[in-house]
């Protein structure tokens, strides 16, 4: 199947060549039709199926056959994003695509002066690629209107939820005219985003190209069992022994991921850390460093990671696991894009046995897990994640100093020596075991699995700051 068999025209068929790609992903295949058809779209796609042009392309289509006339402050078609790395990405897709076409187009967000997108938007644009947030700014200052808005876009609406950026969006609807063609993406079909549907799409075509929460099996995945002090250590020994070029690392907190870059920099490792914390031009600065290759180490939080592209990139850490199972495969969905080969390293501590254990019930997969010499794991790290022990943690604790709650220790932990070195120890090289590594535990009962899930209430967070 081509794209010219998809029914685009010749404008977005060239600059869809000069990509380079030849064959529409099954996301693109299954959407671009719908939108070129008019319908409403529910998908379920994540990054890295090429959801971006399966809207992004269709979209444009339309917007030309339509052929209106924007007026002042005005905007046709509307891109709503939950961060600026997508934003951003979005709008520099959105440049691609309808480089042939003479569509007018801008990205919006926070964290930079907002003089120049008023300026932008004050002829009217085809296209608007915004945070939600920011939006809300321009259009409380009267510097854009909704009233022309033809089609409308929710990229990764699950995030901009959890986010808490309902109330905008909510808005931002409300001041749309009733008649327009409404196009929603997300990871997932979370009860919160069928909800959300309900009020917005009409008889939507629904799409979902992989089955949810699946793991990219492209991508090799292996947890190495560490100590908490021995983390950061870990880390960096993997980044020169391997000669890692280029590794997207992920924290928890804002505050883990300027104490990890700034370690492994101050090891001689060139790492920087993006996060909301971080102004928007030293992220540009850190992302541009990482794809260009003079940081080799991008740290980062789920939120600031959420939606970036980085083309091949080989390698991803997860020094701590994320406390929602579903994070860890946005987070490694990050690598082994576009049938390119895909690397995942967990390191995995003693209070982290639950979260693994909850990511491995999720993606239906036991991950290989290997001892590093030198880096060995304590019995009791050990055996915790080989029983699913650990603390359960809170979501992005937002203030470093906030304490962990930390479990009670289990009682009638079985036999330790089992569960230890002695499984795992024979593999300190790196070789795998067979059974995924992971030493079993011996005697003890392993927690009902339905006890080990992770926080998964997740709250409507209000972070602009995130934008
Ligand atoms: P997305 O899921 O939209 O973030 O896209 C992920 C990556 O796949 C981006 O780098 C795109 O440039 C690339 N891509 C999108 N569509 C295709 C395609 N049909 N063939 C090859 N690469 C593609």
Same mark, same amino acid.
């Given at each position: 199947?081509?794209?010219?068999?998809?029914?685009?025209?010749?404008?977005?068929?060239?600059?869809?060549?000069?990509?380079?790609?030849?064959?529409p992903s099954p996301i693109q295949l299954q959407a671009i039709p719908a939108v070129l058809a008019g319908r409403d779209l529910m998908a379920a796609a994540q990054t890295g199926t090429g959801k971006t042009a399966g809207f992004t392309l269709p979209m444009l289509q339309r917007l030309m056959e339509s052929k209106r006339k924007v007026s002042p402050n005005r905007i046709r078609a509307l891109v709503l994003t939950p961060t600026r790395e997508l934003a951003a990405q979005v709008g520099e897709s959105v440049r691609n695509y309808g480089k042939h076409l003479p569509m007018r187009s801008h990205v919006v967000f926070g964290g930079v002066s907002i003089n120049p997108q008023m300026m932008a938007t004050r002829r009217g644009l085809d296209v608007l690629v915004a945070c939600p947030g920011r939006l809300m700014d321009l259009y409380n200052q009267n510097?854009?209107?909704? #009233?022309?808005?033809? !089609? /409308?876009? $929710?990229?990764?609406?699950? %995030?901009?939820?959890?986010?808490?950026?309902?109330? #905008?969006?909510?808005? !931002? /609807?409300? $001041?749309?005219?009733?008649? %327009?063609?409404?196009?929603?993406?997300?990871?997932?079909f979370a009860e919160e985003i069928r909800e959300l549907a309900t009020g917005l799409l009409n008889n939507p075509a629904v799409i979902e190209v992989a089955p949810r929460n699946s793991t990219a099996e492209r991508i090799e995945?292996?947890?190495?069992?560490?100590?908490?002090?021995?983390?950061?250590?870990?880390?960096?020994?993997?980044?020169?022994?391997?000669?890692?070029?280029?590794v997207l690392v992920f924290t928890r907190t804002k505050h883990m991921a300027n104490r990890v870059a700034e370690t492994l920099d101050?090891?001689?490792?060139?790492?920087?850390?993006?996060?909301?914390?971080?102004?928007?031009?030293?992220r540009t600065r850190a992302l541009a460093g990482f794809k260009d290759g003079n940081v080799k180490v991008l740290v980062a939080t789920d939120i600031?990671?959420?939606?970036?592209?980085?083309?091949?990139?080989?390698?991803?850490?997860?020094?701590?696991?994320?406390?929602?199972?579903?994070?860890?495969?946005?987070?490694?969905?990050?690598?082994?894009?576009?049938?390119?080969?895909?690397?995942?390293?967990?390191?995995v501590a003693a209070d982290e046995g639950k979260l693994i254990k909850a990511i491995e019930r999720l993606t239906k997969q036991n991950i290989p897990c290997e001892q590093v010499v030198g880096f060995e794991a304590s019995r009791e790290t050990l055996d915790n994640i080989a029983r699913g022990i650990g603390a359960p943690l809170r979501k992005e604790p937002r203030d470093p100093s906030e304490?962990?709650?930390?479990?009670?220790?289990?009682?009638?932990?079985?036999?330790?020596?089992?569960?230890g070195r002695s499984a795992n120890g024979g593999n300190a090289g790196g070789a795998r075991t067979g059974n995924g590594g992971?030493?079993?535990?011996?005697?003890?009962?392993?927690?009902?699995d339905?006890?080990?899930?992770?926080?998964?209430?997740?709250?409507?967070?209000?972070s602009t700051h995130n934008q």
């Amino acid at each position: 199947m081509s794209f010219s068999s998809l029914g685009l025209a010749e404008p977005l068929l060239r600059a869809v060549a000069e990509q380079g790609y030849d064959t529409p992903s099954p996301i693109q295949l299954q959407a671009i039709p719908a939108v070129l058809a008019g319908r409403d779209l529910m998908a379920a796609a994540q990054t890295g199926t090429g959801k971006t042009a399966g809207f992004t392309l269709p979209m444009l289509q339309r917007l030309m056959e339509s052929k209106r006339k924007v007026s002042p402050n005005r905007i046709r078609a509307l891109v709503l994003t939950p961060t600026r790395e997508l934003a951003a990405q979005v709008g520099e897709s959105v440049r691609n695509y309808g480089k042939h076409l003479p569509m007018r187009s801008h990205v919006v967000f926070g964290g930079v002066s907002i003089n120049p997108q008023m300026m932008a938007t004050r002829r009217g644009l085809d296209v608007l690629v915004a945070c939600p947030g920011r939006l809300m700014d321009l259009y409380n200052q009267n510097a854009v209107k909704f #009233d022309e808005v033809e !089609i /409308l876009v $929710l990229d990764e609406a699950d %995030r901009m939820l959890d986010m808490g950026f309902i109330r #905008d969006i909510r808005k !931002i /609807l409300a $001041l749309m005219p009733k008649q %327009r063609q409404n196009l929603l993406f997300s990871a997932t079909f979370a009860e919160e985003i069928r909800e959300l549907a309900t009020g917005l799409l009409n008889n939507p075509a629904v799409i979902e190209v992989a089955p949810r929460n699946s793991t990219a099996e492209r991508i090799e995945q292996l947890v190495h069992p560490c100590d908490k002090a021995n983390k950061i250590g870990l880390l960096s020994h993997l980044v020169t022994s391997n000669d890692w070029q280029q590794v997207l690392v992920f924290t928890r907190t804002k505050h883990m991921a300027n104490r990890v870059a700034e370690t492994l920099d101050k090891n001689g490792v060139s790492a920087a850390a993006i996060h909301g914390n971080k102004s928007q031009g030293a992220r540009t600065r850190a992302l541009a460093g990482f794809k260009d290759g003079n940081v080799k180490v991008l740290v980062a939080t789920d939120i600031a990671a959420r939606g970036l592209d980085i083309d091949k990139l080989p390698q991803v850490v997860n020094f701590e696991l994320p406390n929602v199972a579903e994070d860890y495969v946005h987070r490694i969905g990050r690598t082994g894009r576009a049938g390119a080969a895909g690397h995942a390293i967990s390191l995995v501590a003693a209070d982290e046995g639950k979260l693994i254990k909850a990511i491995e019930r999720l993606t239906k997969q036991n991950i290989p897990c290997e001892q590093v010499v030198g880096f060995e794991a304590s019995r009791e790290t050990l055996d915790n994640i080989a029983r699913g022990i650990g603390a359960p943690l809170r979501k992005e604790p937002r203030d470093p100093s906030e304490q962990r709650r930390v479990a009670p220790r289990p009682q009638g932990q079985g036999q330790r020596q089992g569960a230890g070195r002695s499984a795992n120890g024979g593999n300190a090289g790196g070789a795998r075991t067979g059974n995924g590594g992971k030493p079993k535990p011996q005697g003890g009962q392993r927690p009902a699995d339905g006890a080990g899930k992770p926080a998964q209430a997740r709250r409507p967070r209000r972070s602009t700051h995130n934008q």
